[in-house]
Nanobody
């Protein structure tokens, strides 16, 4: 059974940085892609970034391009999301998700497994 555990969220001032982690277990993820999504209060869940587990290709939402970086450590079965130059608008619960295949999906429905989320709060 696939399990995803996010960590690394917290409270940070605008302009600050955080690194989120998503520890994956339950199977070999060579033919999977991992995505990060976020959901702010009263808003729909939105795509942030995705990485192909094998090969490391990435894709970002325009709103975070140049500020956030997604990466993976195959040996640790962990995917990271480095958040830099944070803005109050980045405040949300951040979720990681896994989908079979090499497509870097950008919609929630494409992902089969989800973590419990980690809260990121950016103060102005």
């Amino acid at each position: 059974q696939v399990q995803l555990v996010e960590s690394g969220g917290g409270l940070v001032q605008a302009g600050g940085s955080l690194r989120l982690s998503c520890a994956a277990s339950g199977r070999t993820f060579n033919n999977y892609s991992v995505g990060w999504f976020r959901q702010a209060p009263g808003k729909e869940r939105e795509f942030v970034a995705a990485v192909r587990w094998s090969g490391g290709s990435t894709y970002y939402a325009d709103s975070v391009k140049g500020r956030f970086t997604i990466s993976r450590d195959n040996a640790k079965n962990t995917v990271y999301l480095q958040l830099n130059s944070l803005e109050p608008e980045d405040t949300a619960v951040y979720y990681c998700a896994v989908r079979p295949g090499r497509v870097l999906g950008t919609t929630s429905s494409e992902y089969a497994y989800w973590g419990q989320g980690t809260q990121v709060t950016v103060s102005s």
